[in-house]
């Protein structure tokens, strides 16, 4: 079965610093996604990044970036110039790919991120 | 483009009662998929519909059903509410026509059972 583990219940950055969020997952399959996903207080999902699995090179979008490390089952989000709008909870995700089905995304427990002024 | 829409936002039931909740994807978009997400068991997988048939399903007991329509529009039915169906439901949609594609969420419909 599919796992997702965040860690880190609660992170805390000083805006215009930079953040890593871990995550680690668990999946015997060998083609799959990872995602990261934002949601504010508003509840809104929204989708930070995402990585396919076999792409070795690391997914960027502006100041979040993922340190994809395959072999070790982690997927880190690195979000870069931290701004207030940042703050929120943030959902590591994964998902598997069943041909052309679109399978189901596995959430992890989720990180609250506050950013300090 | 227009967003992923969900109606109604909030919604207070009674036990026993059932429930529907709608969803309408994005323009274009062909797979629904829908999550309940509570404070103890966090966001979890309940159904996804592409083109109007149920392709994938989370475990979740039969109370719980869905359906899609040709415009892609789907429902969500809750029968006989129990107070741990208390969750803020979400519905996500996607191209659905390979494995992988992002998933675009809605605002949510937040249903409480009293």
């Known amino acids: 079965a599919q796992t997702v583990t965040q860690s880190q219940p609660e992170m805390s950055v000083q805006e215009a610093e930079t953040v890593t969020l871990s995550c680690t997952y668990d999946?015997?399959?060998?083609?799959?996604?990872l995602f990261w996903y934002k949601q504010p207080p508003s509840r809104q999902m929204i989708l930070v990044i995402r990585?396919?699995?076999?792409?070795?090179q690391n997914a960027t979008e502006n100041r979040f970036s993922v340190n994809f490390q395959k072999a070790a089952k982690s997927f880190s989000l690195k979000i870069s110039d931290s701004q207030l709008g940042d703050a929120a909870m943030y959902f590591c995700?994964?998902?598997?790919?069943?041909?052309?089905?679109?399978?189901?995304?596995?959430f992890g427990k989720g990180t609250k991120l506050s950013v300090k002024p | 483009k227009a967003g992923v829409t969900q109606t109604p936002r909030y919604l207070i039931k009674t036990r026993g009662q059932q429930v529907t909740l709608s969803c309408s994807p994005i323009?274009?978009?062909?797979?629904v998929s829908w999550y309940q997400q509570t404070p103890g068991q966090g966001l979890q997988f309940l159904f996804e519909y592409f083109s109007e048939t149920q392709r994938n399903k989370g475990n979740f007991p039969g109370r719980f059903s869905g359906r899609q329509f040709s415009n892609s529009r789907s429902e969500m039915n809750v029968s006989t509410l129990e107070l741990g169906d208390s969750a803020l439901y979400l519905c996500?949609?996607?191209?659905?026509?390979?494995?992988?594609?992002?998933?675009?969420f809605g605002p949510g419909t937040r249903l409480t059972v009293t």
């Open positions: 995700a994964s998902l598997l790919r069943y041909g052309g089905s679109q399978g189901n995304l596995i």
């Open positions: 996500a949609s996607s191209l659905g026509d390979a494995g992988g594609d992002e998933q675009y």
């Open positions: 323009s274009g978009h062909r797979s």
């Open positions: 990585q396919e699995a076999y792409k070795q």
């Open positions: 999946t015997s399959e060998s083609d799959y996604y």
